[in-house]
């Protein structure tokens, strides 16, 4: 079965600094993993995707995420946070073999301050 | 905008009523995915239809059921509510359900409340 494990709840990065977001996966073949954003009362937004190939993914809003099969993590950064970034942001990992249903981590609540 | 519509935004409702969350999924998705957000339980992923089949069950309770019409569209009805039904419930679409990798939209939810 798949599991994710964002094990940060909360994160707080000032604007401006570095950003990283961590995510563990658990499952037994090549996954395809995602990371989505939530902003308070809205809905998920894709911000990248990982399928197969390149292990670094570039999303939008400047996040990039790389996937390390050695560590079965799949990690968001971004060089500079802005603080329109704060949100929830949740990883998620699917498999074709399961009809592409996702399984998500608990998520971690980015707050930026000024 | 996603582009998958639900439908309505919020609901307030009583213990032991019933009700009835629509989705609209994106313009050729065959798939639909239902999924429940809550406080203690996280995202958790409830049924998926691909083009009006059921295809997969997740952690959905017999109380609650679903269907997928011929023009695609989705309804997931909760009968008998219980306070800790009150979550947000997401529709999500893509163009497949199976052996083929592939990402999924989600709608801006409907807040379900019971008192």
């Known amino acids: 079965a798949q599991s994710v494990t964002q094990p940060d709840i909360h994160i707080t990065v000032s604007e401006g600094a570095s950003l990283e977001l961590r995510c563990n996966y658990s499952?037994?073949?090549?996954?395809?993993l995602f990371w989505y954003v939530q902003s308070p009362g809205q809905g998920l937004q894709l911000l990248l995707k990982?399928?197969?190939?390149?292990?670094l993914v570039q999303g939008i809003k400047g996040f990039e995420a790389e996937f390390k099969r050695s560590q079965s993590s799949f990690n968001l950064r971004k060089p500079s946070v802005h603080w329109s970034d704060a949100a929830e942001y949740f990883c998620?990992?699917?498999?074709?073999?399961?009809?592409?249903?996702?399984?998500f981590g608990a998520g971690t609540i980015l707050r930026v301050k000024s | 905008d996603s582009g998958v519509t639900q439908t309505p935004k919020h609901l307030i409702t009583a213990t032991g009523q019933r009700v009835t969350l629509r989705c609209s999924p994106r313009?050729?998705?065959?798939?639909v995915y239902w999924y429940q957000q809550s406080l203690d339980q996280g995202l958790q992923f409830l049924i998926h239809?691909?083009?009006?089949?059921?295809?997969a069950k997740g952690n959905i309770l017999e109380r609650f059921s679903a269907q997928q019409f011929p023009d695609l569209h989705s309804e997931l009805n909760l009968s008998s509510l219980e306070l800790g039904d009150s979550a947000l419930y997401f529709c999500?679409?893509?163009?497949?359900?199976?052996?083929?990798?592939?990402?999924?939209?989600f709608g801006q939810g409907t807040r379900l409340t019971v008192v």
């Open positions: 999500a679409s893509s163009v497949v359900g199976q052996g083929m990798n592939t990402e999924a939209f």
């Open positions: 499952y037994g073949a090549t996954p395809y």
């Open positions: 990982y399928f197969s190939g390149d292990t």
């Open positions: 998620a990992v699917g498999a074709m073999e399961y009809g592409n249903k996702l399984v």
């Open positions: 313009s050729g998705d065959l798939s």
């Open positions: 239809y691909y083009n009006g089949e059921e295809r």
